[in-house]
């Protein structure tokens, strides 16, 4: 990826770069390098990345538009063309604590999602009390290796890219949140290529003059860590890595590790399906490659087609899918004149595709979400489409019995009976193999004018 490939020629492997923090002369970054010393007061010149160039700034505009931000009024921001968007990552040694079998490891602080400056030139100016910023900091725990005596500069680039994201999605992370990686965390060829969100163990909450500060730890996890939070919940599964051997109380992440927490203890796993039955899944959404098609009861030509914009397959190459843990219901984020027959259009049929990864979680969203009265979002990346599937005790939908496929805008719903949800669980769990799908695969409903087709990416 190119932010991969900028962050290894500042910072070469082997070669890290020994930068002093700055002198406390911001209210913001003096709170949060404050807190540091408590824990690590022998680190006072920790090994530090420093952002040259930021990677983006608000624009002096003031105006009520573009991008969203958390608890304040929206605003733009303006690419500077830097390659990191945090100001500061801070790596410290920590010795672990052996009373509660924590072994030795690398803890990585990041300075910048937060206010530090307070004057406005990044974040609305706040106070106690109010997030500051996007209100957290990300936090990073790896385990050291033995002699190791610098710690790796890859972690930073992990955090980079997460805070990249914060900023151009205007969303905030949160402790049971999960990300989709698809890539050895590394660069390497272990099986720690998926990210969930825990709460750091030693940093508390704490207020700045700028507002609270949060610290939100990334924890690398295996495939199918991420397939029990996706399924179950995010909260849970990260509650009981605790427990497992190689994470432990304080999450660390263990590049070498071999085995899922499920594989290393049947407990574990029993527990997740156990919660997976009693609870079904809390993902009420995920970013993929998909699009849809209108088709007729006459078989006539298509009258509307939401398709993917071919133009921006090299832009969107790298994206990582961000999967949320459940917010509020998109029925409750939109207006609640969206009976209006002007605003919305009835479609006869429906076709819809999906890539495989996308359509991998059609069981997910079918049999733990709609099956549970749920919805469950599949935002396009290919455009500006959303395809929402709706169970019908969700309420402020604009779908009904007589009218199952609704289009407003770029939003379409897709009310499932409970009858037809239940052919839909039993038809999709060849989804839980994907490999030993011959692709594209199609699923048909005729008498509900209803098509869905599986693709490779």
Not at 125 to 141: A, N, Q, V
Not at 296 to 322: C, F, L, Q, W
Not at 340 to 353: A, K, P, Q, Y
Request: charged share 20%.
């Amino acid at each position: 990826m190119r932010e991969c490939e900028e962050f290894t020629r500042s910072f070469p492997p082997g070669q890290p770069v020994q930068a002093p923090l700055p002198p406390p002369r911001a209210p913001g970054l003096d709170a949060l390098y404050s807190l540091c010393r408590q824990i690590y007061p022998e680190q006072i010149n920790p090994l530090t990345v420093t952002a040259i160039v930021k990677y983006c700034a608000p624009t002096p505009v003031a105006t009520d538009e573009l991008v969203s931000l958390p608890g304040s009024r929206k605003r733009s921001m303006t690419l500077l063309g830097g390659p990191d968007a945090l100001d500061y990552i801070s790596m410290y040694a920590n010795p672990g604590c052996s009373e509660l079998g924590v072994p030795p490891h690398w803890h990585y602080v990041s300075l910048g999602l937060s206010d530090l400056h307070g004057d406005g030139r990044l974040h609305p100016k706040r106070g106690p009390g109010r997030p500051s910023g996007f209100g957290f900091e990300l936090t990073f725990r790896l385990v050291r290796e033995r002699g190791e005596m610098t710690p790796p500069t890859w972690p930073a680039n992990v955090m980079q890219q997460l805070a990249k994201y914060v900023f151009n999605s205007g969303n905030t992370l949160m402790p049971g949140d999960h990300v989709s990686w698809h890539a050895p965390l590394d660069g390497g060829n272990g099986r720690i290529t998926q990210i969930l969100m825990g709460q750091d163990s030693q940093l508390p909450t704490i207020s700045t003059p700028h507002g609270d500060v949060s610290f939100v730890q990334i924890v690398g996890v295996t495939s199918e860590e991420l397939q029990a939070a996706q399924h179950w919940n995010g909260p849970g599964v990260v509650n009981l890595l605790k427990s497992a051997r190689d994470c432990g109380p304080w999450l660390l992440t263990n590049m070498r590790r071999l085995h899922s927490a499920m594989e290393d203890d049947p407990s574990i796993a029993e527990k997740i399906q156990c919660g997976i039955e009693r609870d079904g899944s809390n993902t009420s959404g995920v970013s993929a490659k998909c699009w849809w098609v209108q088709i007729t009861n006459d078989k006539s030509a298509e009258r509307y087609r939401e398709r993917r914009n071919d133009s921006d397959d090299d832009e969107e190459e790298d994206v990582k899918p961000i999967v949320k843990t459940e917010r509020l219901s998109p029925c409750e984020q939109q207006d609640a004149n969206v009976s209006n027959e002007n605003c919305i259009r009835v479609l006869s049929g429906l076709h819809l595709t999906f890539n495989l990864e996308a359509g991998s979680l059609l069981p997910l969203a079918i049999k733990g979400r709609v099956m549970h009265g749920r919805h469950f979002t599949f935002k396009s990346i290919l455009s500006h489409t959303a395809i929402t599937i709706v169970a019908p005790s969700v309420t402020g939908t604009f779908v009904s019995k007589d009218r199952p496929y609704v289009v407003q805008g770029p939003w379409l719903q897709v009310l499932l009976s409970e009858e037809l949800s239940e052919r839909m669980a039993e038809e999709f769990q060849i989804l839980n193999t994907p490999d030993k799908i011959q692709l594209p695969k199609t699923f048909s409903w005729p008498e509900h004018n209803l098509v869905i087709t599986i693709i490779n990416d």
